[in-house]
């Protein structure tokens, strides 16, 4: 029944390692995206993607690289990870490109120590 | 930075009160979201507004498209314990279809 998940929910790993987080969307939507949420709550965009392709990086580190290996699915990796990574990184999801409403997944709260 | 002000921050009230937060840009937008975050999970899309001076009700919350077109304000009637979280103003960006949210209004309701 879950309309967009994400794995792990929790994420607890040191400096330096290579950690995924994983996200697919049953709802049958072309545009997925990754968000970051910060611990003041501030919430960005990260990327979009459309039908497999990206759309947009916003300025995000090349140790983040996403990976749709189908519409469905859009996965996460970060290599090297540092202490300012820790966040809540949320995945979305929408109908297609145009389409206001974007449908989050419930976050990877990803703590680097 | 920020293109969107949100206020208040924070807000604790009484369950049954009345509450209203808003939303300001120093850009015009043609399109208005308001999101809540409950604890612990993603964002909800509540009420989309489209057009300048639009009024929209969703259940007890109703928001408004500013008529300048660079503000919108979002009630909530006869606060409810579930209305606890966090309310987000976002806008949507055609390029690339993103939103760049506000900085957030955390709801506190007391029973």
């Known amino acids: 029944d879950t309309a967009v998940s994400q794995t792990p929910k929790y994420l607890v790993t040191q400096m330096g390692n290579d950690k995924s987080i994983k996200c697919e969307q049953n709802l049958g939507h072309d545009t997925m995206y990754w968000y970051k949420q910060d611990s003041k709550k501030f919430l960005k965009i990260m990327f979009s993607?459309?039908?497999?392709?990206?759309?947009i990086n916003e300025t995000v580190p090349n140790r983040f690289s996403p990976k749709s290996p189908d519409k469905a699915h859009l996965n996460l990796h970060i290599n090297s990870l540092e202490l300012g990574d820790s966040a809540v990184y949320f995945c979305a999801s929408s109908p297609g490109l145009g389409s206001y409403e974007q449908y989050f997944g419930p976050g990877t709260r990803l703590t680097v120590t | 930075g920020q293109q969107l002000n949100q206020s208040p921050q924070s807000m604790f009230i009484q369950e049954g009160e009345d509450v209203s937060m808003n939303c300001t840009s120093s850009s015009i937008f043609n399109t208005w979201l308001w999101y809540k975050q409950d604890p612990g999970e993603g964002p909800v899309l509540l009420i989309a507004l489209y057009k300048a001076g639009e009024l929209t009700s969703n259940g007890r919350l109703t928001a408004q498209f500013g008529i300048t077109r660079k503000d919108s304000f979002l009630n909530i009637s006869a606060s409810i314990p579930s209305d606890v979280g966090i309310y987000f103003c976002a806008r949507h960006h055609n390029a690339g279809n993103m939103l760049t949210f506000g900085g957030g209004t955390r709801l506190m309701v007391k029973p």
């Open positions: 993607y459309n039908n497999k392709e990206l759309i």
